[in-house]
């Protein structure tokens, strides 16, 4: 190939003078023309004026009417060709959608082209091609659906799939494979930009993995390695499917077309790995169905080509997530070592690529690679270096930790990519964090990382510094050495050379020489102000260090030697522009006169008093909600983050635990200190925080006993130990001899090869028992080759973690709410009283758990009475009160209710509630008398602040949903001129009733004021959101407004259709706009298809119209709006049913909220 | 095989081999499978020209930028380059580059550098049908082949050619 190529180059003067053979078109077009045009230019600016000129021309050309279809294409082709030089032409592209709409099919290629290279996915012009494709995708001649299946799988605006949904789906059953094909690589497509879009098309790609063209098949494993990523639990019982097609695969029974050098389907084998290693995770009786096959891809792989290799390293993966086999193991190990050991580069890397997978599991293997894995350190390619340290990364114990930090940061020394710094760095500092041998060694090795990293550093690292130090460890004593020598080092830093350190070093130099300068004795402050004070003359420091320098000064400046550089200061920078340094120069100068008042200012104290913070941070709810109502997406708290960016990342997490960042919420912090963030893992650091100082053995003693029931992996780890042993004494005196090793003992392998380049050898093996030290599998060898029993330090971290779980209560999570809610007898009993006096005002200030909802047992059967008898307004009246005094009567009941009344929220309404919050308390005797027997949701507080607070619910009558908003006042004064205003895009609202003074509109002080809204839906939709503000004016006269916002679901405007069944099948025939789908079935109940349909008329208020043997029909209407039909039909298994209705939409949504209703128990 | 995240790219350019050549004389090809913004675009396409050609002979085809990863195969003056997620399998993605390159190898004839910077829209639809949505569609390069050129003859003439089985 390559030669062939150089050929032509050799031929290229020749070639571009004159045209070249027959079936190769036309370097004497205009393209070409323009093509040779800019070779021969000899400047930049000489090409810009030429694109400009064509660029001109073809505008010219494109927008005068006499131009032909096939002028247009040419003229595309040549704006194609000046976009991509980097040049504008998008005067063109509304001229590449309509050749793609009026072209014929050839003309149509390059238009669709054009569009799909000029338009991205949110450009607004792709509007204009949606109908383009639908029109081609009808159309007769199969090259033109290609091409509009193809545009759709390049560029489609994901807001218009739904319209040619359908269409594509039909493409589906087409006779011709390749229209499946890329049909269902369409769909793929969608799946990837709008899974929710597509879901209801399961069961046709299963049909789609049954075809009976293998390409249509390999399509449809696309989608299902996208799916089972997503919850492998569904699809287990594809398995044996999936089994078998490897094994067909592998034993070659395809068409001899899907060879690839000779390789039945590469690319199908790998996919089919790939679901294979997701499915048989964790899962034994899984994983022992893929053991013969997996077997035998490795056994068929042995060809000499990169391909093989391919499909071994995937079988490599796949061997090592599954549930483990002793068998395979050993032969994937086997293959590892052949990659590793190859001359071959690639295959080297990825040699060190499976280590870095595998060693977590198995640390034996590094051991027994250790050679290679040195020489991999000191590669010319920096990809294998890189690669090697991410590996030494992760077998990072406590006795190897110099050796490989310093590795680390000899690579950070020389690196010039920004990316690679920062995560280096952060790799770095979490080492050093978690297995820092020594203090003197943990200040030396940030001091180098702050030095090398400089200023693109994660902010969290000098952040979690601080407070390390700030914070300590476990003895005081520690505590103070690790300040000490921290405050030493820093002094001789600045005595060095202080502009050439990186404004985040000078920061966190200030704050430490401003905490703890006192604990060197015989500093004196004034010293430390001097060496501080040049710092702000520098050029290049910007004002935010300036600011940590002054506030350093500030904390030190006692006494009159202080004061003289004090005013020695504010004689030079006085004059600053900058006003925070100039307000800080004057604080600085007031402070050093007045030692009383910086005593006062500033306590002297040894930074560990707590302040009592606000954690909530409820002060701030104002304007969360105001951010949320402007569009800002909910805040999740960072381990979710760090969860969700983890998932996707799926080769880094699988086989470890996530380290969870420490708990952001603690309540103290210490002295003077600014807490921020706490040092969140970097890059992949979450991979290895799960070996712990001596966990690094302990943790493999765990592998093996899974593993090692053969034995072979306790006798690969024991040879190079052994070898060691043995050879310890005379090795030992070669090194103190050679003099380069580090201070750390260390021990070396036998010499293999006496010769010229025996030293260099010997360093390396030195090495290598420096780095490898601690991976045996027998937990007391590793001290034993250290020379001496080195008592494993807890790392830095584990103090800090041990708070985090401390202040464990405080962190989103299920016990928090069970421990700050399990009440005292004493809390439920003031709540009862509360409740019995129905006082909701006090109540407010009880945090009990008391009712929050009626319980489940009393709110769904009156929902489904409402539903089946609308005429009877609920006879036994589900009034709040005896649901509230059920938790004063037992406590234990307290657990339980807890969790019942959040799946009533789920099954009523979207938003998550918090069941405890007290202003629902006792909300219910203020609803309107009319309203009280009827079904309603949760009462959900909607925003509060410091006098009045917001609820609502929302209230189904048979013919209106209604909005019930609760203003309590709780304050003393009344809250004048009140006014509530509520939009919603779906929603048409309007007020049927006012507060109790309807003229006057103010909320006396120590009262309630209930507002009716009656809500109409406008346009069905799964969710609706009700957007609100409320606003007033406080006892001072100042008007305060509060935003909120409230979510309501389609079944609160559903409402049941009583008919008859000859008029449901009237009204069948009316109406239109058809969906099907297949719903699961209640299957464990006696009588499945009745309990599905009764669950739905309960949970959706839909009216059973009748039921006739497997077959039901249910009928709904949307509130003041169109009615749905639903026929329901078991089949095989699960529930198929087919919707209709006058609005399209409508059953769509409906068919969500029957998943939903279904899924849940 | 997962490149959805990134793009797919042909890249060819001057043998002059300065820096100003590589950017006034590309015939570039460059396909995104996911929608990035024209900056990053601009970006990574600098970055990797660089990387690429910068790299000592014999060296690894693989590079890491920022987070991902880039495969590079060189055919003489012809570098193809695709950058994928971390995840996938490096071995394949170069196979999925050679496959391509056997592809034109087939469509042009011999290959070389000017077919396809005279005719980078046949690259283009070869690649699309060769690609789809970063996924492999098609790996049978007799049935791209013949796509393609059909595809060139009249319209007639291709609907005959659908209606023949593939395989």
């Given at each position: 190939?390559?030669?062939?190529?150089?050929?032509?180059?050799?031929?290229?003067?020749?070639?571009?003078?004159?045209?070249?053979?027959?079936?190769?078109p036309?370097?004497?077009?205009?393209?070409?023309?323009?093509?040779?045009?800019?070779?021969?230019?000899?400047?930049?600016?000489?090409?810009?004026?030429?694109?400009?000129?064509?660029?001109?021309?073809?505008?010219?050309?494109?927008?005068?009417?006499?131009?032909?279809?096939?002028?247009?294409?040419?003229?595309?082709?040549?704006?194609?060709?000046?976009?991509?030089?980097?040049?504008e032409?998008?005067?063109?592209?509304?001229?590449?959608?309509?050749?793609?709409?009026?072209?014929?099919?050839?003309?149509?290629?390059?238009?669709?082209?054009?569009v799909s290279?000029f338009?991205?996915?949110s450009?607004?012009?792709?509007?204009?091609?949606?109908?383009?494709?639908?029109?081609?995708?009808?159309?007769?001649?199969?090259?033109?659906?290609?091409?509009?299946?193809?545009?759709?799988?390049?560029?489609?605006?994901?807001?218009?799939?739904?319209?040619?949904?359908?269409?594509?789906?039909?493409?589906?059953?087409?006779?011709?494979?390749?229209?499946?094909?890329?049909?269902?690589l369409?769909l793929?497509?969608?799946?990837?930009?709008?899974?929710?879009?597509?879901?209801?098309?399961?069961?046709?790609?299963?049909?789609?993995?049954?075809?009976?063209?293998?390409?249509?098949?390999?399509?449809?494993?696309?989608?299902?390695l996208?799916?089972?990523?997503?919850?492998?639990e569904?699809?287990?019982?594809?398995?044996?499917?999936?089994?078998?097609?490897?094994?067909?695969?592998?034993?070659?029974?395809l068409?001899?077309?899907?060879?690839?050098?000779?390789?039945?389907?590469?690319?199908?084998?790998?996919?089919?790995?790939?679901?294979?290693?997701?499915?048989?995770?964790?899962?034994?009786?899984?994983?022992?169905?893929?053991?013969?096959?997996?077997?035998?891809?490795?056994?068929?792989?042995?060809?000499?080509?990169?391909?093989?290799?391919?499909?071994?390293?995937?079988?490599?993966?796949?061997i090592?997530?599954?549930?483990?086999?002793?068998?395979?193991?050993e032969?994937?190990?086997?293959?590892?070592?052949?990659?590793?050991?190859?001359?071959?580069?690639?295959?080297?890397?990825?040699?060190?690529?499976?280590?870095?997978?595998?060693?977590?599991?198995?640390?034996?293997?590094?051991?027994?690679?250790?050679?290679?894995?040195?020489?991999?350190?000191?590669?010319?390619?920096?990809?294998?270096?890189?690669?090697?340290?991410?590996?030494?990364?992760?077998?990072?114990?406590g006795?190897?930790?110099?050796?490989?930090?310093?590795?680390?940061?000899?690579?950070?020394?020389?690196?010039?990519?920004?990316?690679?710094?920062?995560?280096?760095?952060?790799?770095?500092?979490?080492?050093?964090e978690?297995y820092?041998?020594?203090?003197?060694?943990?200040?030396?090795?940030?001091?180098?990382?702050?030095?090398?990293?400089?200023?693109?550093?994660?902010?969290?690292?000098?952040?979690?510094?601080?407070?390390?130090?700030?914070?300590?460890?476990?003895?005081?004593?520690?505590?103070?050495?690790?300040?000490?020598?921290?405050?030493?080092?820093?002094?001789?830093?600045?005595?060095?050379?202080?502009?050439?350190?990186?404004?985040?070093?000078?920061?966190?130099?200030?704050?430490?020489?401003?905490?703890?300068?006192?604990?060197?004795?015989?500093?004196?402050?004034?010293?430390?102000l001097?060496?501080?004070?040049?710092?702000?003359?520098?050029?290049?420091?910007?004002s935010?260090?300036?600011?940590?320098v002054?506030?350093?000064?500030?904390?030190?400046?006692?006494?009159?030697?202080?004061?003289?550089?004090?005013?020695?200061?504010?004689?030079?920078?006085?004059?600053?522009?900058?006003?925070?340094?100039?307000?800080?120069?004057?604080?600085?100068?007031h402070?050093?006169?007045?030692?009383?008042?910086?005593?006062?200012?500033?306590?002297?104290?040894?930074?560990?008093?707590?302040?009592?913070?606000?954690?909530?941070?409820s002060?701030?709810?104002?304007?969360?909600?105001e951010?949320?109502?402007?569009?800002?997406?909910?805040?999740?708290?960072?381990h979710?983050?760090?969860?969700?960016?983890?998932?996707?990342?799926?080769?880094?997490?699988?086989?470890?635990?996530?380290?969870?960042?420490?708990s952001?919420?603690?309540?103290?912090?210490?002295?003077?200190?600014?807490?921020?963030?706490?040092?969140?893992?970097s890059?992949?650091?979450?991979?290895?925080?799960?070996l712990?100082?001596?966990?690094?053995?302990?943790?493999?003693?765990?592998?093996?006993?899974?593993?090692?029931?053969?034995?072979?992996?306790?006798?690969?780890?024991?040879?190079?130990?052994?070898?060691?042993?043995?050879?310890?004494?005379?090795?030992?005196?070669?090194?103190?001899e050679?003099?380069?090793?580090?201070?750390?003992?260390?021990?070396?392998?036998?010499?293999?090869?006496?010769?010229?380049?025996?030293?260099?050898?010997?360093?390396?093996?030195?090495?290598?028992?420096?780095?490898?030290?601690?991976?045996?599998?027998?937990?007391?060898?590793?001290?034993c080759?250290?020379?001496?029993?080195?008592?494993?330090?807890?790392?830095?971290?584990?103090?800090?973690?041990?708070?985090?779980?401390?202040?464990?209560?405080?962190?989103?999570?299920?016990?928090?709410?069970?421990?700050?809610?399990?009440?005292?007898?004493?809390?439920?009993?003031?709540?009862?009283?509360?409740?019995?006096?129905?006082?909701?005002?006090?109540?407010?200030?009880t945090?009990?758990?008391?009712?929050?909802?009626?319980?489940?047992?009393?709110?769904?059967?009156?929902?489904?009475?409402?539903?089946?008898?609308?005429?009877?307004?609920?006879?036994?009246l589900?009034?709040?009160?005896?649901?509230?005094?059920?938790?004063?009567?037992?406590?234990?009941?307290?657990?339980?209710?807890?969790?019942?009344?959040?799946?009533?929220?789920?099954?009523?309404?979207?938003?998550?509630?918090?069941?405890?919050?007290?202003?629902?308390?006792?909300?219910?005797?203020?609803?309107?008398?009319?309203?009280?027997?009827?079904?309603?949701?949760?009462?959900?507080?909607?925003?509060?602040?410091?006098?009045?607070?917001?609820?609502?619910?929302?209230?189904?009558?048979?013919?209106?949903?209604?909005?019930?908003?609760?203003?309590?006042?709780?304050?003393?004064?009344?809250?004048?001129?009140?006014?509530?205003?509520?939009?919603?895009?779906?929603?048409?609202?309007?007020?049927?009733?006012?507060?109790?003074?309807?003229?006057?509109?103010?909320?006396?002080?120590?009262?309630?004021?209930?507002?009716?809204?009656?809500?109409?839906?406008?346009?069905?939709?799964?969710?609706?959101?009700?957007?609100?503000?409320?606003?007033?004016?406080r006892p001072?006269?100042?008007?305060?407004s509060?935003?909120?916002?409230?979510?309501?679901?389609?079944?609160?405007?559903?409402?049941?259709?009583?008919?008859?069944?000859?008029?449901?099948?009237?009204?069948?025939?009316?109406?239109?706009?058809?969906?099907k789908?297949?719903?699961?079935?209640?299957?464990?109940?006696?009588?499945?298809?009745?309990?599905?349909?009764?669950?739905?008329?309960?949970?959706?208020?839909?009216?059973?119209?009748?039921?006739?043997?497997?077959?039901?029909?249910?009928?709904?209407?949307?509130?003041q709006g169109?009615?749905?039909?639903m026929?329901?039909?078991?089949?095989?298994?699960?529930l198929?049913?087919?919707?209709?209705?006058?609005?399209?939409?409508?059953?769509?949504?409906?068919?969500?909220?029957?998943?939903?209703?279904?899924?849940?128990? | 095989?997962?490149?959805?995240?990134?793009?797919?790219?042909?890249?060819?350019?001057?043998?002059?081999?300065?820096?100003?050549?590589?950017?006034?004389?590309?015939?570039?090809?460059?396909?995104?499978?996911?929608?990035?913004s024209?900056?990053?675009?601009?970006?990574?396409?600098?970055?990797?020209?660089?990387?690429?050609?910068?790299?000592?002979?014999?060296?690894?085809?693989?590079?890491?930028?920022?987070?991902?990863?880039?495969?590079?195969?060189?055919y003489?003056?012809?570098?193809?380059c695709?950058?994928?997620?971390?995840?996938?399998?490096?071995?394949?993605?170069?196979?999925?580059?050679?496959?391509?390159?056997?592809?034109?190898?087939?469509?042009f004839?011999?290959v070389?550098?000017?077919?396809?910077?005279?005719n980078?829209?046949?690259?283009?639809?070869?690649?699309?049908?060769?690609?789809?949505?970063?996924?492999?569609?098609?790996?049978?390069?007799?049935?791209?082949?013949?796509?393609?050129?059909?595809?060139?003859?009249?319209?007639?003439?291709?609907?005959?050619?659908?209606?023949?089985p593939?395989?």
């Open positions: 190939m390559s030669d062939v190529v150089e050929r032509t180059l050799t031929a290229l003067p020749s070639l571009l003078s004159s045209d070249p053979s027959p079936g190769r036309s370097s004497t077009s205009k393209l070409g023309t323009l093509i040779r045009g800019i070779t021969e230019l000899t400047s930049k600016h000489d090409e810009e004026k030429l694109i400009q000129r064509e660029l001109v021309s073809i505008k010219e050309q494109v927008s005068s009417p006499n131009t032909t279809m096939r002028q247009m294409k040419e003229l595309m082709v040549r704006a194609v060709y000046c976009e991509m030089l980097g040049y032409a998008s005067f063109s592209y509304i001229h590449a959608i309509k050749l793609a709409q009026q072209g014929t099919a050839l003309d149509k290629r390059v238009g669709y082209l054009a290279l338009l991205n996915e450009h607004e012009l792709l509007l204009l091609l949606v109908n383009t494709v639908l029109k081609d995708l009808q159309s007769t001649n199969l090259i033109e659906v290609c091409m509009a299946l193809t545009v759709v799988g390049q560029v489609f605006p994901k807001d218009m799939i739904p319209a040619i949904l359908p269409m594509v789906e039909e493409k589906l059953n087409h006779p011709k494979e390749i229209i499946r094909r890329k049909a269902v369409a793929y497509k969608f799946y990837l930009i709008a899974p929710n879009q597509v879901q209801h098309i399961h069961s046709k790609f299963r049909k789609a993995l049954c075809d009976k063209d293998p390409g249509v098949m390999s399509a449809s494993l696309h989608i299902y996208e799916m089972v990523t997503e919850k492998p569904s699809y287990k019982d594809l398995v044996v499917s999936f089994v078998t097609i490897l094994k067909q695969v592998v034993g070659g029974k068409p001899i077309d899907f060879n690839y050098h000779s390789v039945p389907a590469p690319w199908l084998q790998i996919q089919l790995l790939r679901i294979l290693s997701l499915l048989g995770k964790n899962d034994r009786s899984t994983s022992e169905m893929m053991y013969e096959v997996l077997d035998e891809s490795l056994r068929r792989a042995e060809m000499n080509h990169n391909i093989t290799y391919a499909i071994l390293f995937e079988c490599v993966k796949t090592y997530t599954i549930h483990p086999k002793a068998e395979l193991l032969k994937a190990a086997k293959c590892i070592g052949n990659f590793v050991l190859s001359p071959k580069i690639n295959l080297k890397y990825l040699g060190l690529k499976a280590l870095t997978y595998v060693v977590q599991q198995d640390a034996n293997l590094a051991l027994q690679h250790q050679m290679t894995i040195i020489e991999c350190l000191d590669h010319s390619d920096l990809i294998i270096k890189r690669e090697t340290l991410e590996l030494l990364f992760r077998i990072t114990n006795q190897n930790v110099k050796v490989i930090v310093e590795k680390l940061l000899e690579f950070l020394r020389h690196s010039k990519d920004d990316y690679v710094t920062i995560d280096l760095g952060g790799k770095v500092t979490e080492l050093a978690k820092a041998p020594d203090n003197s060694w943990f200040i030396r090795t940030m001091n180098t990382v702050f030095l090398l990293v400089g200023d693109q550093m994660q902010p969290d690292i000098p952040n979690s510094f601080l407070r390390l130090l700030s914070e300590g460890f476990e003895s005081a004593e520690e505590d103070q050495q690790l300040r000490l020598l921290a405050v030493d080092s820093y002094v001789s830093l600045l005595q060095e050379q202080p502009a050439r350190l990186p404004q985040r070093f000078l920061q966190v130099i200030s704050w430490v020489l401003g905490e703890y300068s006192s604990v060197k004795e015989g500093l004196e402050p004034a010293t430390v001097r060496l501080l004070a040049p710092l702000l003359d520098l050029r290049h420091c910007s935010e260090t300036k600011s940590w002054l506030a350093a000064m500030t904390k030190l400046s006692a006494g009159p030697a202080c004061l003289s550089v004090a005013q020695e200061l504010a004689e030079r920078h006085g004059g600053s522009l900058d006003t925070t340094l100039r307000q800080k120069l004057h604080e600085l100068q402070l050093a006169s007045d030692a009383e008042l910086l005593r006062r200012v500033l306590p002297c104290s040894d930074g560990l008093e707590s302040l009592e913070v606000d954690s909530s941070l002060f701030l709810d104002g304007f969360v909600s951010a949320l109502a402007a569009g800002a997406a909910p805040y999740k708290p960072p979710q983050r760090q969860e969700e960016l983890a998932q996707e990342k799926a080769l880094s997490v699988e086989p470890y635990g996530l380290s969870l960042p420490l952001l919420s603690s309540s103290s912090i210490a002295g003077r200190l600014s807490p921020t963030v706490l040092s969140m893992s890059g992949l650091s979450g991979n290895s925080t799960e712990s100082p001596k966990g690094g053995a302990l943790r493999l003693e765990g592998v093996t006993r899974v593993w090692g029931k053969e034995g072979y992996l306790a006798k690969a780890a024991l040879k190079p130990e052994e070898a060691a042993k043995t050879e310890v004494p005379c090795t030992l005196s070669v090194l103190q050679g003099g380069s090793a580090p201070r750390t003992p260390v021990v070396s392998l036998p010499a293999p090869a006496p010769g010229p380049s025996l030293q260099a050898e010997r360093e390396k093996q030195q090495l290598a028992s420096c780095l490898f030290v601690g991976l045996g599998s027998q937990g007391a060898a590793g001290p080759l250290m020379g001496k029993a080195e008592p494993t330090r807890h790392g830095f971290r584990k103090k800090v973690k041990g708070q985090g779980s401390s202040s464990g209560a405080r962190e989103p999570s299920g016990d928090s709410a069970s421990s700050s809610h399990s009440p005292s007898p004493l809390s439920a009993q003031s709540a009862m009283d509360n409740l019995l006096c129905s006082s909701p005002l006090d109540s407010g200030s945090p009990s758990p008391a009712d929050s909802a009626p319980s489940p047992a009393d709110s769904a059967p009156s929902l489904a009475d409402s539903a089946t008898s609308p005429v009877d307004p609920a006879p036994h589900p009034h709040d009160l005896p649901a509230n005094n059920r938790p004063c009567d037992a406590q234990e009941d307290l657990t339980e209710d807890t969790d019942t009344s959040e799946t009533v929220v789920e099954g009523n309404s979207v938003a998550v509630v918090d069941p405890y919050d007290p202003e629902s308390l006792c909300l219910s005797p203020h609803l309107p008398e009319e309203l009280c027997g009827l079904p309603r949701s949760e009462f959900r507080p909607l925003c509060r602040d410091a006098s009045l607070v917001l609820s609502a619910c929302c209230v189904r009558t048979d013919h209106s949903s209604l909005l019930v908003v609760f203003v309590s006042n709780a304050s003393d004064s009344a809250a004048r001129g009140f006014a509530l205003q509520m939009t919603s895009g779906d929603l048409e609202v309007s007020r049927v009733r006012g507060g109790p003074e309807e003229e006057e509109e103010h909320v006396e002080g120590h009262s309630v004021a209930v507002y009716q809204y009656s809500l109409v839906p406008t346009r069905p939709s799964v969710h609706m959101e009700l957007a609100g503000r409320a606003s007033y004016q001072d006269g100042e008007p305060q509060t935003p909120f916002s409230y979510g309501l679901s389609l079944p609160d405007f559903i409402r049941p259709l009583s008919v008859s069944t000859e008029e449901y099948g009237r009204l069948w025939l009316a109406s239109s706009n058809d969906t789908q297949n719903l699961a079935l209640l299957s464990q109940e006696p009588d499945p298809l009745r309990a599905t349909l009764h669950r739905l008329r309960d949970r959706l208020q839909l009216n059973v119209v009748d039921i006739i043997a497997s077959e039901g029909i249910v009928a709904c209407q949307l509130l169109p009615p749905c039909l026929h329901c039909r078991l089949n095989a298994g699960c198929a049913v087919w919707l209709r209705s006058s609005l399209p939409e409508l059953p769509d949504c409906l068919l969500y909220h029957c998943q939903r209703a279904l899924a849940q128990h | 095989m997962r490149m959805r995240r990134y793009y797919f790219k042909e890249h060819n350019f001057n043998m002059k081999g300065d820096l100003w050549g590589l950017v006034r004389l590309p015939a570039p090809g460059e396909s995104w499978f996911t929608p990035v024209e900056r990053y675009k601009r970006k990574v396409i600098r970055d990797m020209t660089m990387m690429v050609v910068g790299r000592p002979a014999r060296s690894c085809n693989f590079l890491q930028w920022r987070d991902l990863k880039i495969k590079d195969r060189r003489a003056s012809l570098y193809f695709v950058g994928m997620e971390s995840e996938d399998n490096e071995l394949l993605t170069l196979e999925v580059l050679h496959r391509y390159v056997e592809m034109l190898d087939k469509y004839g011999n070389c550098e000017l077919d396809l910077i005279f980078f829209e046949k690259a283009y639809y070869i690649l699309d049908e060769f690609l789809m949505g970063g996924e492999v569609l098609e790996t049978s390069k007799i049935d791209i082949g013949v796509a393609i050129e059909d595809a060139d003859v009249l319209q007639e003439t291709l609907e005959e050619y659908m209606s023949k593939t395989y």
